[in-house]
Antibody
Framework: QVQLQESGPGLVKPSQTLSLTCSVSGGSVSSGSYYWSWIRQHPGKGLEWIGSILFSGTTYYNPSLKSRVSISVDSSKNQFSLKVTSVTAADTAFYSC???????????WGQGVLVAVSS | DIQMTQSPSSLSAFVGDRVTITCQASQDISNYLNWYQQKPGKAPKLLIYDASSVEVGVPIRFRGSGSGTHFTLTISSLQPEDVGTYFCQQYDDLPPFAFGPGTKVDIK
């Protein structure tokens, strides 16, 4: 059974870059069958898809975040990563990594990590 | 972009009750609709995909139906472990994949 675990700073200053990593076990990020994805949830709010990446490096981003977001994959470490630049308080959220079976069918999720943007 | 709405926003029911949650898409999404359950403090869990297909390991009391713009999730006999928030999500129009705002389910 695949497991995903997010890691990264829980506090980021405004205007800086938020960086998170998702470590995958029980499965391979090099599998061509899955899209590796990031989703966030503002406290007490709904879910927002951030973007997804294939092992080939092909990426898909939410247009609302596209100018500030990048997702990359490191098959040697079996990890994929998220960067969000120029963060503001509006980026404070729980960030989860997930595996998508096909483009938008999220069948496995990490526990999520709270990232607060504050000076 | 496609917008998703859900109703009700919250509900409270007795153990054993039949519970129905509805999800509406702002345009036709065929059957590209998933349902997730999120228990307090936990990651979301996929329950139903393609509107009516039950994910492996999900109890048979969970059933999904609908197509086009109107979808329902039914819990045939509510159990205490079903407490949580339920989200629908479309993946017809991509990107972005839109989630519904969620329905919080409690036990009376």
């Amino acid at each position: 059974q695949v497991q995903l675990q997010e890691s990264g700073p829980g506090l980021v200053k405004p205007s800086q870059t938020l960086s998170l990593t998702c470590s995958v076990s029980g499965g391979s990020v090099s599998s061509g069958s899955y899209y590796w994805s990031w989703i966030r949830q503002h406290p007490g709010k709904g879910l927002e898809w951030i973007g997804s990446i294939l092992f080939s490096g092909t990426t898909y981003y939410n247009p609302s975040l596209k100018s500030r977001v990048s997702i990359s994959v490191d098959s040697s470490k079996n990890q994929f990563s998220l960067k969000v630049t120029s963060v503001t308080a509006a980026d404070t959220a729980f960030y989860s990594c997930a595996r998508a079976r096909g483009m938008g069918l999220f069948d496995s999720w990490g526990q999520g990590v709270l990232v607060a943007v504050s000076s | 972009d496609i917008q998703m709405t859900q109703s009700p926003s919250s509900l409270s029911a007795f153990v054993g009750d039949r519970v129905t949650i509805t999800c509406q898409a702002s345009q036709d999404i065929s059957n590209y609709l998933n349902w997730y359950q999120q228990k307090p403090g936990k990651a979301p869990k996929l329950l139903i995909y393609d509107a009516s297909s039950v994910e492996v390991g999900v109890p048979i009391r969970f059933r999904g139906s609908g197509s086009g713009t109107h979808f329902t999730l039914t819990i045939s006999s509510l159990q205490p472990e079903d407490v949580g928030t339920y989200f629908c999500q479309q993946y017809d129009d991509l990107p972005p994949f839109a989630f519904g705002p969620g329905t919080k389910v409690d036990i009376k």
